[in-house]
């Protein structure tokens, strides 16, 4: 299958600093990417919804301001986490449509965000 | 919403077949059928989609009914590193929201 990378892995950050997760698509062109969040023993929740060249769709009850998307080329969007809170604390996860037959989506490995 | 069900946690042998069921009594004539699996810590793995014939690739078969209301998963010959939490997810490609929503999953626990 095709390979999508996320950088970082893990990431420790201290409240009210933000933090940047990264996320590419190696081997393929993706007009959009998504975002999810999953806190543990739960499943994925769809954060937003990142098309390349415009602006981000945001799911209900997901603040655009305080979570960042940039969607600037066709490998690579980016999740800023503004003045994060311990409460942000959460395995952050991307995903990119590959445009095929069955227009799979593909995930990168995850990141990991402690906010102390 | 997620508009499959799938039961909460199976266990399987290693070596047998693993037979994973899931309902989507309201899927529409556009909608796929996907399964993803997500081992402890990790990102969800693609397993396999179909959208009304049965399909195989090198890690898993789909039995999708022919109402198309319920599918079955199947890991032919399961191994210690199948266990994880199974999604089944239905999802329209054309036209419709491309995002997949996950619900429960199922956790298959393949024992020795």
């Known amino acids: 299958g095709a390979v999508v990378s996320q950088h970082p892995s893990r990431v420790i950050c201290k409240s009210g600093t933000s933090v940047k997760i990264e996320c590419r698509s190696l081997?393929?062109?993706?007009?959009?990417m998504f975002w999810y969040r999953q806190f543990p023993k739960q499943s994925l929740m769809l954060m937003a919804t990142s098309n390349e060249g415009s602006k981000a769709t945001y799911e209900q009850g997901v603040e655009k301001d305080k979570f960042l998307i940039n969607h600037a080329s066709l490998t690579l969007s980016t999740l800023t986490v503004t003045s994060a809170h311990p409460e942000d604390s959460s395995f952050y996860i991307c995903?990119?449509?590959?445009?095929?037959?069955?227009?799979?989506?593909?995930f990168g490995e995850g990141s990991w965000l402690t906010v102390v | 919403d997620a508009k499959t069900t799938q039961p909460t946690s199976m266990d399987c042998a290693e070596g047998r077949a693993a037979n994973l069921p899931c309902n989507h009594s309201t899927i529409s004539g556009n909608e796929y059928v996907y399964w993803y699996r997500q081992i402890h810590s990790q990102g969800p793995q693609y397993i396999i989609h179909?959208?009304?014939n049965n399909e195989t690739n090198e890690m898993a078969s789909l039995i999708i009914t022919e109402d198309r209301k319920s599918s079955t998963l199947i890991l032919p010959h399961a191994t210690l590193r199948d266990t994880a939490v199974y999604y089944c997810i239905v999802r329209d490609t054309q036209g419709g929201s491309e995002k997949l929503v996950f619900g429960k999953g199922t956790k298959l626990t393949v024992n020795p």
């Open positions: 995903s990119a449509l590959q445009a095929n037959a069955g227009n799979t989506i593909y």
């Open positions: 081997d393929f062109q993706a007009t959009t």
């Open positions: 179909g959208l009304k």
